[in-house]
């Protein structure tokens, strides 16, 4: 039985309006005023699926444990179907959506909060729209959705697209709670940690001790004083030696045979620590032992997710260190195996691709027994190679394999190349669509006609978005199963202690009593494949996970 739907909407000032809706989106009972959202989410019968302008607007009840089992985000779901329109990048809030339905000049969306800026209160200025013509904001919610619900239903695949939009909802809806919860963070752990790396906290915002050591071993190697942290002395350090590096890239400088490289590479590795996760990072991002990430779901064209700051996508391992379960709690981090050409054998529907897929074992082992002699690495070299684009040099002679024995998947990714070369848009299964080709050289300002130039004639920006659409059709596919695993798993932990509090693509970390732990890996793996029915249908494909359970999360990799 379909859940019911009500709509809620914020005023000026803080007070909130709801309604249960019908299946075309009006009002099916005059609509009631409650003291703040809050009170209008717990009016409503367990179950209800809310329509809401933002998440955002919302946070505040959830971050005071109001409980909502799904939500539709109108502001979310507008970007998407502007996407699919061709108009990716227009403004998506409530007023432009109103003013573009009536007609009206269309107002730009407000800018995002600044990085490390407290997140905005519902009561702030910056959090409530200024609709056209003073609209009542429930009257502007429901007419915006109830179009949104007929531009879906036109689509080529309304299914298809309508399931995404839930998806992207029940994102927004994680990522507010995640933001809630917060990751687990030691910070006593994290000073103890910069001390051992590099010393204990210099005067003045000095230069850490380690690192000032580091600098004078690279100036002693060269001979001369040589300041680590600016590459192009570096590179004029290094040439002059007698090495032509092309950049200061670790996997570059491993290649020279020079006694700075070591001290170098220790520098940037320790510098990196210093600036993205170091003193300032720890008082600015770690409150009440949490970190909250400020998660943007949808944040990259591809679906992916980004933050607003904090470096939450990209923890070094040994700050990992810092990030500890309560006591008498664990983490369970899960890492969806393989995911990407998992996600290619399932929309291609590539035979014999699927075939290796629909085992949980190493993919990229499978690969290599039945292409490269059993060398893994050269099987996933050859799949990266297909979703990303290396289409010379070795990868070319990878791909050729690879093209021999999965066609079909291989044809899948290059089409969506042929079409981003052309100018043209692709889209991932659900309906995601990437950005139009932008106007400037090499002919992405248009279309280019079927049988026009060959795509060897054409210009490096066109190759480029060639790459770009050959990888968007996967990856923006990877990230609307993870949409969905997250809801999933979402939903399985409802009403248990257990909280989501962590995810980047493909790993997700679960913080739960330790006797908790089992039943929250099941649930975590159950959610993989419930993701990958729901998205894929009938498809063989597994998606299964890794799955540690440790107290530390830099014990969850070997």
């Not at 075309?24 to 009631?32: D, H, L, S, V, Y």
């Not at 107002?107 to 407290?118: I, L, M, N, W, Y």
Request: one cysteine or more; glycine letters at 10%.
């Amino acid at each position: 039985m379909e859940a019911a739907r009500w709509a809620v909407a914020v005023a000026a000032d803080g007070s909130a309006r709801y309604c249960p809706l019908t299946r075309e989106g009006t009002a099916a009972e005059a609509p009631r005023s409650a003291a703040d959202p809050a009170a209008a989410l717990r009016a409503a019968p367990p179950g209800t699926r809310w329509v809401w302008r933002s998440t955002a607007e919302v946070a505040g009840a959830l971050a005071a444990g109001v409980d909502v089992a799904r939500c539709y985000d109108v502001e979310a779901a507008e970007a998407v179907l502007l996407g699919h329109e061709g108009a990716f990048g227009e403004p998506r809030g409530l007023p432009a959506a109103l003013a573009r339905l009536r007609g009206l000049p269309v107002p730009p969306d407000p800018p995002a909060p600044a990085a490390g800026d407290a997140q905005p209160s519902l009561f702030e200025d910056s959090a409530r729209p200024v609709l056209p013509g003073g609209t009542d904001p429930l009257t502007a919610l429901l007419e915006v959705y109830g179009a949104q619900l007929r531009r879906t239903a036109a689509t080529e695949h309304p299914g298809r697209l309508t399931l995404l939009l839930a998806a992207e909802s029940a994102g927004a809806l994680v990522a507010a709670e995640m933001d809630a919860a917060g990751l687990p963070w030691r910070a006593d752990v994290h000073l103890a940690l910069l001390d051992e790396l590099l010393g204990p906290a210099p005067p003045g915002g000095l230069e850490p001790r380690r690192l000032t050591e580091l600098a004078g071993e690279v100036s002693a190697a060269f001979g001369f004083r040589v300041r680590p942290d600016l590459p192009a002395q570096v590179l004029a350090a290094f040439r002059g030696a007698g090495f032509p590096v092309r950049s200061t890239r670790s996997w570059e400088l491993r290649q020279v045979d020079h006694p700075a490289v070591a001290p170098l590479l220790e520098y940037k590795r320790l510098y990196r620590v210093h600036t993205a996760h170091g003193r300032n990072w720890l008082r600015s991002w770690v409150h009440e032992g949490r970190f909250r990430a400020r998660y943007v779901p949808g944040g990259a064209a591809s679906g992916r997710w980004t933050t607003n700051g904090g470096g939450a996508l990209q923890i070094p391992r040994v700050v990992r260190r810092a990030v500890r379960a309560d006591p008498g709690w664990r983490l369970v981090v899960a890492d969806a195996a393989q995911l990407e050409p998992r996600v290619l054998a399932a929309v291609s529907g590539d035979p014999a691709l699927a075939e290796v897929a629909a085992q949980e074992g190493d993919l990229y082992a499978a690969l290599s027994l039945r292409l490269f002699s059993g060398d893994r690495e050269r099987a996933k070299l050859a799949v990266l190679g297909a979703v990303y684009g290396q289409t010379s040099g070795e990868g070319l002679r990878h791909l050729a394999g690879l093209r021999g024995r999965y066609p079909v998947a291989v044809r899948y990714v290059d089409e969506a190349a042929e079409a981003g070369e052309r100018g043209r848009l692709v889209r991932t299964h659900l309906g995601r669509t990437c950005p139009p080709a932008e106007a400037g050289d090499d002919g992405l300002g248009g279309e280019v006609p079927e049988g026009g130039e060959p795509p060897s004639r054409r210009g490096a920006a066109a190759r480029a978005r060639g790459r770009f659409t050959r990888n968007f059709v996967v990856q923006g596919s990877a990230a609307e199963w993870a949409l969905l695993m997250l809801a999933a798993l979402r939903r399985s932990l409802a009403g248990t202690p257990a909280e989501l509090v962590f995810f980047q693509h493909d790993e997700v970390i679960v913080h739960c009593p330790a006797e908790q732990a089992a039943q929250v890996a099941a649930a975590v793996r159950a959610a993989g494949e419930a993701a990958g029915r729901l998205a894929f249908g009938a498809s063989p494909v597994r998606f299964p996970f890794t799955v540690a359970v440790v107290e530390c999360y830099a014990d969850a990799k070997a």
